[in-house]
């Protein structure tokens, strides 16, 4: 938040003076005004494209168990698209060059289109036994052209974590590289990591990303 916090007081850009870089950090709106959309838009069928424009622009809505979500404020996004991470680097610790550019990319990103997957699933069918392999392949990167979200070890794998499987047909013969048994018991949820929690408080509507470093503190606080 104390970097967030200086990204929005602003950051001495040569001649320019201080400039705030982000809008208001404390909240958890994702609400974006017209304007800033208009200007997303507008680079972006500049820069890139014309398949990464959507023909409308993005409305994204509040999900289940967000209703409690405060819009007072702007979703956190950048003051000025036209000022690219890169270009503002020099001006800019590691930090808080890594935090802007987030900010930036998924800002731009989110009124990007989607990027597009065909997936395949091939069973082998061995009488006593099916083997499946599942692939997929990238048709279009969409906004993955700029902006890619981590996920967590235990969210388990996403369509682009499978490699493709090559064009085949029934009948053809395939030699067997590599057989992976998997055997399924009942787990108990996997441990909270720091990503997983704010996830999880998100959907019960507890705390505001302002509070989230406070209740993380305190639990690891009282273990």
């Known amino acids: ?28 709106s994702i609400r974006v005004a017209d304007s800033a ?10 820069e890139f494209d014309k398949r990464y424009l959507p023909a409308t622009p993005n409305v994204h809505k509040t999900g289940k168990g967000q209703s409690r979500v405060q819009d007072a404020h702007e979703a956190i996004r950048p003051t000025d698209v036209l000022r690219r991470p890169d270009d503002l680097k020099q001006h800019l610790d590691a930090k808080q060059f ?6 930036w990319r998924r800002f731009v ?14 069973d082998f069918d061995l009488g006593r036994y099916v083997f499946r392999a599942t692939g997929s392949r990238v ?9 890619h979200e981590a996920h967590e070890p235990e969210e388990g794998k996403t369509l682009e974590d499978l490699p493709p499987i090559p064009p085949l047909v029934e009948g053809d013969v395939v030699t067997v590289k590599q057989i992976t048994p998997n055997q399924h018991f009942t787990e108990p949820p ?12 998100e959907r019960l509507g ?9 209740i993380i503190s305190t639990l690891k606080n009282r273990w």
Do not use: C, W
């Open 1 to 28: 938040m104390r970097l967030a916090q200086q990204l929005y007081e602003g950051i001495e850009i040569g001649a320019e003076g201080p400039v705030g870089l982000i809008t208001y950090m404390r909240t958890d």
């Open 37 to 46: 959309v208009a200007q997303a838009r507008d680079f972006i069928a500049r």
């Open 98 to 103: 890594k935090l802007y550019q987030l900010i």
């Open 109 to 122: 990103a989110s009124q990007m289109n989607p990027a597009v997957f065909e997936t395949t699933k091939v």
């Open 139 to 147: 048709l279009f990167d969409g906004y993955h052209k700029l902006y």
């Open 190 to 201: 996997p441990r909270f990591s720091e990503a997983s929690l704010v996830k999880e408080l």
């Open 206 to 214: 507890i705390g505001r990303p302002s509070t989230y470093a406070a």
